[in-house]
């Protein structure tokens, strides 16, 4: 224990005050703050920091209150069955057959195990002076009282009402204080040292915007309203209640960082719609009209048809390859398939457009939205989802550039490994899918990249390459956040996201 020297001058007024209802003989918290019109939670960090001073005992426990559920405030007020049916018996004694109301029957058993009186030959006959019982005198208290201590009332009978319904409890968490030897002195010491306004130093726990505003928080000492205080050391190793204040939800706050990542590197954001025409969805990109990702089982049709551009020029790059050396699918391409409208299955529809409107160069544009793709949840897939989709179109572009910018961006996210496998997508030559490295998990696809076919950019004057990706923004969560079902993105698991850390550096 510290010396009361030291300890006198680690009081602050507030501990004062704490100290001294105590002293006065208030042993309960919840009646010292109304004492003196603070919070609970002031007095008990007060009282917790008296404590360890030795100035205070304290004594934590669990109490258990009780109080009478809806039935049990029933038969306190008109009798439990048991007692009312003595009251219709009388000393005669009444027929079994007479006691026909459910709510009276269950007394009969208790009548039998009180020894109220005997059940014989479909008779009930009191058997004396059945005097009122530990649970009728429980019953009644706790009408009288509201809700109680459990440690006030009779065990034994509690437990019985408990197992009846009639009494229900819940624990609450009790604090007690008694002041001790060397906190009754520490307090005579403090109460004569500012009677005579010695230069002791008071501690001051909170700095407030006015001493903020007056500037005299910066120093060693503060110095307010006349008084020297010194400021109050805060022991970070002491536990404190958990508060959940309001956040950003982390999946929204990894979008945030992938989209500042974007900018900095010198990346537009575009938009575009959800609701898109097979025509840029599919066919700019020159996906062949039979190509199976277009099947009804991997892409949500909507019934509606969409306006498409004058399309001369992908027709004749479909059916025929048009002047780039290509030669097309063959068959015929059908403008009303194109007409098709679809919830986007890829970002690409929102960028080749982008691109149909900006065919010169340069452009670097991205887009992070969302996705439909008729998939079956399981904790990998969901038929919405987010993609983070770049292009870069500019004279003298290679393939190399494009590895070079997706390991820039990965890097700034934090995964130093990156590897590209060969990948194909219709649209692409050459295709690659990046992979990060993961410990414990070992290479991970993360999306799909390349450089535009001829084929694409050409029916829309494009005449500059373009580099394009599109990267499954989930599967980067999961592996940021450390999940192993991606659908906790999309519900409100509040266990979650209150253990989410208030910030990491995604
Ligand atoms: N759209 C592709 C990704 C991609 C985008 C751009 C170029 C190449 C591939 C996908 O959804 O998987």
Known sequence: MPKEEDTRSKLSPRDRQVLKEISDGFTDPGKIAEKLKIKEVSVISSAEGLA??????????????????????????????????????????????EIKDPALKVGIGW?????????????????????????????????????????????????LLKSRGLVESRSEKSWSFEITDAGRSALKMAEDSSRSSSAVFDYVAQITPDMIKNGVWEGKYVDYKGTRYEVRPYDVTLPAERIYPGKVHPYQRLLTRMREIMLEMGFTEIKGEIVQSSFWNFDALFQPQDHPAREMQDTFYLDSRAEIPDY????????????????????????EVARRKVLRTHTTSVTIKYLADHPNPPVKAFSIDRVYRREAIDPTHTPEFEQLEGVIMDDGLSFANLLGVLKGFYAKMGFDEVRFRPGYFPYTEPSVEPEVYIEGLGWVELGGAGVFRREVTAPF????????????????????????D???????????????????RM
């Open 52 to 97: 360890e001073m030795g100035l205070i005992s304290l004594d934590k426990g669990v109490e258990e209150v009780c109080a009478l559920t809806e039935e049990g405030a029933r038969y306190a007020e008109i009798g439990l069955p048991e007692r009312r049916i003595l009251e219709i018996a009388g000393v005669e004694g009444v027929p079994l057959s």
């Open 111 to 159: 009548l039998k195990k009180k020894g109220w009186a005997t059940v014989e030959a479909g008779r009930i006959t009191p058997k004396g002076d059945a005097l009122p019982g530990k649970d009728e005198e429980i019953l009644e208290a706790l009408l009288f009282q509201g809700e109680t201590s459990g440690s006030a009332l009779d065990e034994e009978a509690l437990k």
């Open 312 to 335: 001369a020029s992908v027709k004749e790059m479909h059916e025929r390859g048009g002047d780039v050396g290509s030669t097309g699918w063959g068959g015929n391409w059908d403008p």
């Open 461 to 484: 004057g494009i005449e500059r390459p373009v580099l394009a990706w599109g990267l499954g923004v989930g599967r980067l969560a999961m592996l940021r956040l450390g999940l192993k």
């Open 486 to 504: 991606l659908r906790l993105l999309y519900q409100s698991d509040l266990g979650w996201l209150r253990d989410m850390p208030l910030s990491t």
